[in-house]
């Protein structure tokens, strides 16, 4: 996107916004768009910074080399001291989702347990959908990943979870519902290959965080009123049609609460 006259490189106003590979941010379109609305909409310079893992982006964060970013609720509550929330995506109407255990196509397994020595991919250490929520489960039956998969490995990338099972390279898998389902409908054939064994409770989707310490600043501020408006602006309505998402909210912590319990199930400690 072009700039406005008047943003330097050196611009001190412009907004760090961070993203992993989690979302489906290979789609470049998508974020010169998200960028385009967002500098329109808070009259700031944005600049779009991706990495691999959440651990990244997350630390970033803390130490305030980003001003916000897209994480995980699981990273959220493990810093819950250090980070703010600025919205939370509304999928459905609702700002939650789900995490679904995947495996290949014509497994016709329902359970947990009826994965017992699979190869099983994971996305990311961080990530509740993508790791928590099943090492919790498995904290239930009295094991733990490595005791009850034969292997395990991380993708870094929902997506990729997806194709590593419906390609063999491995037998089952957990997964963000959300980006499974907006892969139904962009890769049908990546997802056709696969089959949902059983979706989780209905936890806090993954949340916009900026630093605490940012938590009140003019940039934060004017980054949730463009979130929160997002419905109303066509350039608005393109980005969320592009993410399947109905627009953003303001919400209470205490909506990631299951996610802490889940932490604690693990033995997981908070920040």
Same mark, same amino acid.
Not at 137 to 164: C, I, K, M, W
């Given at each position: 996107?072009?700039?406005?006259?008047?943003?330097?490189?050196?611009?001190?106003?412009?907004?760090?916004?961070?993203?992993?590979?989690?979302?489906?941010?290979?789609?470049?379109?998508?974020?010169?768009?998200?960028?385009?609305?967002?500098?329109?909409?808070?009259?700031?310079?944005?600049?779009?910074?991706?990495?691999?893992?959440?651990?990244?982006?997350?630390?970033?964060?803390?130490?305030?080399?980003?001003?916000?970013?897209?994480?995980?609720?699981?990273?959220?509550?493990?810093?819950?001291?250090?980070?703010?929330?600025?919205?939370?995506?509304?999928?459905?109407?609702?700002?939650?989702?789900?995490?679904?255990?995947? #495996?290949?196509?014509?497994?016709?397994?329902? =359970?947990?347990?009826?994965? *017992?020595?699979? &190869?099983?991919?994971?996305? +990311? /250490? $961080?990530?509740?959908?993508?790791?928590?929520?099943?090492?919790?489960?498995?904290?239930?039956?009295?094991?733990?990943?490595?005791?009850?998969?034969?292997?395990?490995?991380?993708?870094?990338?929902?997506?990729?979870?997806?194709?590593?099972?419906?390609?063999?390279?491995?037998?089952?898998?957990?997964?963000?519902?959300?980006?499974?389902?907006?892969?139904?409908?962009?890769?049908?054939?990546?997802?056709?290959?696969?089959?949902?064994?059983?979706?989780?409770?209905?936890?806090?989707?993954?949340?916009?965080?900026?630093? #605490?310490?940012?938590?009140?600043?003019?940039? =934060?501020?004017?980054?949730? *009123?463009?979130? &929160?408006?997002?419905?109303? +602006? /066509? $350039?608005?309505?393109?980005?969320?049609?592009?993410?399947?998402?109905?627009?953003?909210?303001?919400?209470?912590?205490?909506?990631?609460?299951?996610?802490?319990?889940?932490?604690?199930?693990?033995?997981?400690?908070?920040?």
């Amino acid at each position: 996107g072009v700039l406005t006259p008047g943003f330097g490189l050196a611009d001190t106003n412009g907004l760090r916004f961070g993203l992993t590979p989690v979302f489906l941010t290979s789609d470049l379109e998508l974020l010169s768009r998200l960028r385009t609305y967002l500098e329109r909409s808070t009259g700031r310079s944005v600049k779009m910074v991706t990495r691999r893992t959440y651990q990244e982006i997350t630390s970033m964060l803390i130490s305030r080399e980003l001003d916000a970013a897209w994480i995980c609720g699981y990273p959220f509550v493990a810093n819950a001291e250090q980070l703010s929330l600025v919205a939370v995506p509304l999928w459905k109407g609702q700002p939650l989702y789900q995490s679904y255990l995947i #495996a290949a196509k014509g497994r016709s397994a329902d =359970t947990l347990a009826a994965l *017992k020595d699979d &190869i099983h991919a994971f996305s +990311d /250490p $961080d990530s509740n959908s993508g790791f928590l929520v099943t090492a919790a489960e498995l904290e239930t039956l009295g094991t733990s990943p490595d005791q009850f998969f034969s292997r395990t490995f991380f993708t870094y990338g929902h997506r990729n979870v997806v194709r590593a099972v419906g390609t063999g390279l491995a037998a089952s898998g957990s997964v963000d519902g959300y980006i499974y389902e907006v892969l139904r409908e962009t890769e049908p054939a990546l997802v056709a290959e696969t089959e949902i064994v059983r979706k989780s409770p209905w936890l806090g989707f993954p949340p916009i965080a900026c630093p #605490a310490s940012l938590d009140s600043a003019p940039m =934060t501020i004017s980054l949730r *009123k463009a979130l &929160i408006e997002m419905p109303g +602006d /066509p $350039d608005g309505r393109a980005v969320l049609s592009m993410l399947r998402l109905d627009g953003f909210r303001e919400e209470p912590a205490a909506l990631f609460d299951p996610i802490a319990a889940m932490m604690q199930r693990v033995g997981v400690s908070r920040g």
